[in-house]
């Protein structure tokens, strides 16, 4: 079963504006949570997380919301750049610390000049 | 540079040949970690070291692989007997709890192809 999931499998966003990327989790002992970015043929890079005590962390243009009580995260780019272009993904831990990851499927974000 | 390394990056090898990858992770980060990756799906867990200590296997893992980190620094993936469901980007990737750090840094991955 699909513990995290990202529903949209692609996004296209103008540059400039704000890109939104969301993500559905199911397994309630879940409790940190983080971004990945990745470009082809390389590994995963870590943008942002946010652990269950909190419900928005920002970093920059990145900002993470955290709704546990709908178990949804949602990742804000704002403002979208060109250099966004890529696959991102979310992923969960059950405990902080215990960094074993679970991640979704990825969703394939295309910024438009 | 001071990343996770990974090699080879690419290998193409006929079906029931082994084949190792090797990682070296950021240097002092005691903790290591293999995930692996197939086309359209997110990175996939497949077992972690503590040093040179292997805590957690996923059950992915089949008798098949066999990873080990023998001193605690680098560690190797061996696959014995490929089978073509086990192309993929295999991933390494390092962390640092101890030292206050909770991100996973990842590797750029080795792209494996079982032909």
């Known amino acids: 079963d699909q513990q995290v999931k990202q529903n949209s499998p692609s996004l296209s966003v103008q540059e400039g504006r704000i890109s939104i990327l969301n993500c559905d989790y199911t397994n309630s002992m879940f409790d940190y949570f983080l971004w990945y970015k990745k470009y082809p043929a390389e590994g995963p890079t870590f943008l942002i997380s946010i652990s269950s005590i909190k419900d928005k962390n920002e970093d920059g243009r990145f900002t993470v919301f955290l709704n546990k009580s709908a178990k949804h995260l949602s990742l804000h780019i704002v403002p979208s750049q060109p250099g966004d272009s890529a696959v991102y993904f979310c992923?969960?831990?059950?405990?902080?610390?215990?960094?074993?990851?679970?991640f979704g499927t990825g969703t394939r974000l295309t910024i438009i000049p | 540079d001071t990343g996770v390394s990974q090699n080879p990056r690419h290998k193409i090898t006929k079906r029931g040949q082994n084949v190792t990858f090797r990682c070296d992770p950021i240097?002092?980060?005691?903790?290591l970690y293999w995930y692996r990756q197939t086309l359209g799906q997110g990175p996939e867990f497949l077992t972690y070291f503590q040093n040179e200590a292997q805590l957690e296997k996923s059950r992915l893992l089949s008798d098949r692989f066999s990873a080990e980190r023998p001193k605690g620094s680098f560690s190797t993936l061996e696959i014995q007997r490929t089978e073509q469901g086990d192309s993929a980007m295999y991933l390494c990737a390092s962390s640092d709890p101890q030292g206050g750090g909770n991100t996973i840094y990842f590797g750029e991955g080795s792209w494996l192809t079982v032909v």
């Open positions: 992923a969960a831990s059950a405990y902080f610390g215990n960094e074993k990851l679970t």
């Open positions: 240097s002092e980060h005691n903790r």
